[in-house]
């Protein structure tokens, strides 16, 4: 044979398909899923038919963990020792068994995650409640098969004498499928069996009477019927866990919260750290101390809170943020006829119940064989009594056994059994009191006979067995429901107070957008001047907001943006200091601009709205409710053209009028509510028609006609002009003047273009921004109040055609 002969050519995709096939059929099958009728993957299964086999039972002393692992590699399991000792070690932890299958004597772990000690320390037996699962395993009530090499046998199932699938739950991962399933309530689950024999129709809603919901060990508080419904149907569901807690009243009228129970599957001193972990990095406020005073007593985490402190606020805060509430998902998959099936509580309640039909069938048989063979042998003896003379002359007269054996069949018609039992009787049994006891053994066992009989006959006796049998079980091991369940999903809302200490601060953003945020006390502590703010040479302060750390900043964009900005998440600086790059706190793009930043307490105040106004002259108008978010990106706050930009974000009320001033002079003056309420991502309504070359520059909200509105130019010329001067007019109209250039030779110029204006009511001071970075201020109370077309006076010296006036800011 040539070496090319030696290979058949293959598909990669078939080999490796079919390869992954069977791999995935063993790991289903033979690892991760457990059997519907006992509840239990291979590897519990053979962990606890091994320690049965070698007699590790209740009544037994303490066998070393190690020799079982052993015996289950040697003989069952042919895979690693740490699988079986991790599956072993489950089987003994109370907190993650309802009713643990393994009795463990040694340290086994804790509810911290600390692991079990090596399988070299440990010692391990049965428990009591794992024998109902093996009881009548030797009456031929459950298939076995051959293990891995052939030398012995292992059972396909055990008999499972309570439903363990249900009691114990399960989880497990394999291909292709996983499989969580919550504990139970024994006594529920048993209830529930027996409802389900005397009425095979029953409904869910009827089960679900009995079967209230999962029953974790380690207590806790189960949130949503619903979910549990849904599970029970489908096989999938969704439930919140929240642990058991109160708080207590200290001295000094401080309180604290007590955690008494904590969600299944938590792990303690996470839970612990991650609370501490709160706690240092102050992302609440309120919480002194956090101690872990679990012992003998059981579970107690303690919460020590401030005096002031909101206890209930806090404990939201934590449900909400660490493991004290989590979410549990059935996913109720189990193997039935060798298949991976999604199961409902009825599924699996018929499947147990039929399984318990096959295992009481076979006992029957199993006993009844063996009642019937000692029937047989005891009318063989009670017999062989009443002609005992010529039996013994017959036995006496016969050369050997088999000869006498052959005697007494032929000459008196017994079995070959019977004869050998007559045979075998012992001289005392001739007594008279013995034979007495002989007949009344046969009556007994003819009565056994018949019960069995009436079992193998009757399916109502044989369930009636069934009933009796789980309901001692119930009786004898039973424990109160440990986990309480609340039809509703609570719902944690986290007051702000609880996580932020309310201070007012002073929030500063310059020009190169460097923010920062102050406590009142260091702007006192630096000389209480706002000029004396750090800031990098070359930059100014472009907004200055005097907030509460409970409220949020709304920052808007040219390009239509915004961004929503708590104040207590702005980094602190001191006030002589810089701050930060805004970037580093909300991602904004580095083409686009803050054009304006709004302090906002209440998104849902009544009336308010936001008015936007663009350079092309369009005006849009929102409520503010429309801006409450949670996002931290950018959203979209106006829908802005092309060539256009956000010139100006205002808060009103809706019942102001509307000033809007252009680059070129003109000014509208309207009312607000000449632009409806749009939504948020509208582009708005026309404010003003401009020419080709000019475009708004400010936007100021008016009420009646007290004040004045001063301008000021780029050449740093301004001048004031009543409020009364500007009629009010429809939306979207050229507008009036509102400033006189001087042009021609000789004249000194004014001005080529308006950079700003202002409504005043009360003198304030005007901070103005030249090309060449330099500052200059002035008061409006020393303006001129001159006509509304008049040319303005010089108020900033220092401006000029080669270094004008670039921006105006405003701080009161």
Sequence with gaps: MSIDEKYLPAFLEEVVGDRFGRYSKYIIQDRAIPDVRDGLKPVQR???????????????????????????????????????????????????????????????????????????????????????LLRDIEKRTVQFKDNFDNTTKEPVVLPARFPNLLVNGVSGISSGFATEIPPHNLREVIDACIALIDRPDSTLEEMMTVVKGPDFPTGGIIMGSEGIRDAYRTGRGRIYLRSKTAIEDMRGGRQQIVITEIPYQVVKSRL????????????????????????????RIVIELKKEADAQGVLAYLLKKTDLQVAYSFNMVAIVNKAPKQLGLLDMLQAYIAHQKEVVTFRSRYELEKAEDRAHVLEGLVKALNILDEVIATIKASKNRHDAQNNLVAQYGFTERQADAILTLQLYRLTNLEIHSLEKDLKDIQKTIAYLQGILGSEKKLLAVIKDEISQIRDKYAIARRSSIQDEIEELKVNLQVMVTAEDVFVTLSNEGYIKRTGKLSFIRSGGEIDKTGLKEGDYLRHLLDVNTLDNLLIFTQKGQYFLLPVHQIPEYKWKDNGTAIVNVIPIPKDDRIIHVIPVKDFEEAGKSLLFVTRKGQVK???????????????????????DAVMNVLLSSGQSDLLLVTKQAMAIRFKEEEVNPMGRAAAGVRGIVLKDDDEVVSAELIEGYEGEVVVVTDLGYAKRSLVADYPLQGRGGKGIITFEFKEGKGVKPNGASLRGAFTVKEPFEVTVILSNGEKAAFSTELTPLEDRKSKGKLLVPAASKTNGVVDLLKFT
Excluded at 62 to 84: C, E, F, L, Q, W
């Design 272 to 299: 612990v750290t991650a609370m501490e972990n709160i706690r240092l990095e102050k992302k609440i406020e309120g919480i002194a101390e956090v101690r872990d005073e679990s012992g003998r007593e059981g579970l």
């Design 46 to 132: 053979r962990i606890l038919y091994a320690m049965y086999d070698a007699g590790n039972t209740p009544d037994k002393p303490y066998r070393k963990s190690a020799k079982t692992v052993g015996d289950v590699m040697g003989n069952y399991h042919p895979h690693g020792d740490a699988s079986i000792y991790e599956g072993m070690v489950r089987m003994a932890q109370p907190w993650k068994m309802g009713h643990p299958l393994v009795d463990g004597h040694g340290n086994w772990g804790s509810m911290d995650d600390d692991p079990a000690a090596a399988m070299r320390y440990t010692e391990a037996r049965l428990s009591e409640i794992a024998l109902e």
């Design 621 to 643: 108008r929102t409520d503010l409710k429309e801006y409450a978010t949670n996002r931290s990106s950018g959203i979209v706050a106006c829908k802005v053209g092309d060539q």
